[in-house]
């Protein structure tokens, strides 16, 4: 049994997903026809519900990476393949406090919700009102709005936080921001940064060098993906290759 409210992904015979909060009283109308969401309450995950026109739908429960493939953007997002690696350095763990700057479209700030859990919280700073909007909204298609503390403030006066276990900063210039966010963060706390340019890298690391950061680490992460076809297997014609260099480091204060 699937309970009303439970976050759920229904899959179309062609492949179609769509993604949203199960409410008992609402329909899902799709090319294929209409489905009465009460029917899938009756249901387990893995199960097919059929549209008013007989096409069956696969019933899924999403995962993080689903959900990030489905993110609305106006902005650029971070990849899975760069957040994965990103919550690893940073240490994210349940009822965890992070700090992050430059929303953007909510993939990483979503990323860190879901980490988080219930009793944690992310600290999201943007300064574009459409883009707060914009983040919320995608968090709240997915159950993960009240996790998420946001300000809309100039991060060059300071974040007003401290003891913050761990930070993300994903703004244009975060060289002017190195200082404030060791302020922020508490002592031996793991801070990251996204940039796609590597004079950008070097103009950060300059900076680091004068601050209460050390053990600065510089990388980018390749996905290469292959045809899953036993007789022919070979790498896709296409792949999400450069996205961003990632740089993390600790603060010692």
């Known amino acids: 049994m699937i ?23 609402e329909e899902l109308h799709t090319h294929d026809g209409l489905i009465p ?18 096409r069956e739908y696969l019933v899924l429960k999403p995962t993080l990476y689903d ?9 650029q997002i971070i990849y899975p393949k760069d957040i994965g690696y990103i919550l690893l350095k940073l240490g994210i763990v349940p009822g965890g406090e992070v700090l992050e700057a430059g929303s953007g479209s909510g993939s990483l700030t979503m990323a860190l919700a879901w980490y988080s859990g219930p009793q944690g919280c992310v ?43 761990a930070g993300f900063i994903d703004v244009r210039t975060p060289w002017d921001y190195v200082d404030q966010l060791g302020r922020a963060l508490q002592n031996g706390a793991p801070a990251g940064f996204l940039l796609p340019t590597m004079n950008q890298v070097e103009r950060l690391l300059r900076a680091l060098e004068d601050s209460c950061f050390t053990d600065p680490e510089v ?5 290469r993906p292959y045809k899953p076809v036993a007789d022919r297997l070979r790498p896709e014609d296409r792949m999400v290759a450069h996205t961003g260099y990632l740089i993390f480091c600790r603060v010692m204060k």
């Open 67 to 75: 959900l990030l493939k489905n993110v609305q953007r106006k902005t």
């Open 219 to 223: 990388l980018e992460i390749l996905v």
């Open 123 to 165: 600290h999201s700073f943007e300064r574009r009102e459409e883009f707060v909007d914009l983040c919320a909204r995608n968090l709240e298609r997915v159950g993960l709005r009240d996790r998420v503390s946001f300000y809309s403030r100039d991060i060059g006066e300071g974040f007003g936080l401290s003891d913050i276990p």
């Open 3 to 25: 309970p009303s409210g439970e976050l759920i992904q229904l899959v179309s015979p062609k492949g179609k997903r769509y993604t949203m909060i199960l409410n008992a009283e």
């Open 37 to 54: 969401l009460a029917r899938i309450c009756d249901m387990d995950f893995g199960q097919a519900v059929a549209t008013h026109l007989g």
